[in-house]
């Protein structure tokens, strides 16, 4: 049973909500994706909203662009905690999906991550999801110290080659 719902409106998305899947994956954490529009097919919106809980979701990565109802409407439904992601657009830069998620009314939150950030998302599901599992925040301390490792190595080159040669 996935612990992780990730949905978005438009198969357009599926650069940015593939590295959300990246990162669960990589940690081990099941999940499920899907397509789905909460305008264009609202019946199927609420039916997955409705149905989340009852499927094992503990969280729901939704990922939104321009209007950006998903993740606000996910959470008006779902009573676990969703994460949005603003997805970059081309009239407004992410700034009008941005705002769309992060202007929750009270009682209703989203936790919202960067324009574009689905690894932040995956990694933020998976900290939720560590408060309750030990193993898998051992996973997450482990991701990290390699992060640190890949960053130390790159400066290792940079001073090993110089800054021209980099």
């Known amino acids: 049973m996935a612990q992780v719902g990730i949905v978005m409106g438009s198969d357009s998305d599926m650069p940015i909500m593939k590295k959300a899947a990246d990162v669960l994956e990589e940690l081990g954490i099941s999940f499920d994706m899907r397509i789905i529009s909460a305008h264009r097919e609202p019946q199927e919106f609420f039916d997955y909203a409705n149905s989340a809980e009852a499927n094992g979701f503990k969280v729901i990565i939704a990922g939104a662009g ?15 905690p969703v994460i949005g992601i ?53 996973k997450l301390k482990a991701y990290s110290a390699k992060q640190k490792d890949a960053v130390v190595a790159k400066d290792q080159k940079l001073q090993e080659v110089g800054y021209k040669n980099y």
């Open 66 to 80: 321009m209007a950006a109802h998903l993740p606000g409407m996910c959470a008006a439904i779902f009573p676990m």
């Open 86 to 138: 603003p997805m970059h657009t081309t009239s407004l830069g992410g700034k009008d999906s941005l705002y769309s998620i992060v202007q929750m009314p009270s009682g209703i939150p989203v936790a919202t991550v960067a324009i574009n950030g689905g690894a932040n998302a995956g990694l933020l599901a998976a900290k939720i999801l560590a408060t309750s599992d030990s193993a898998l925040l051992d």
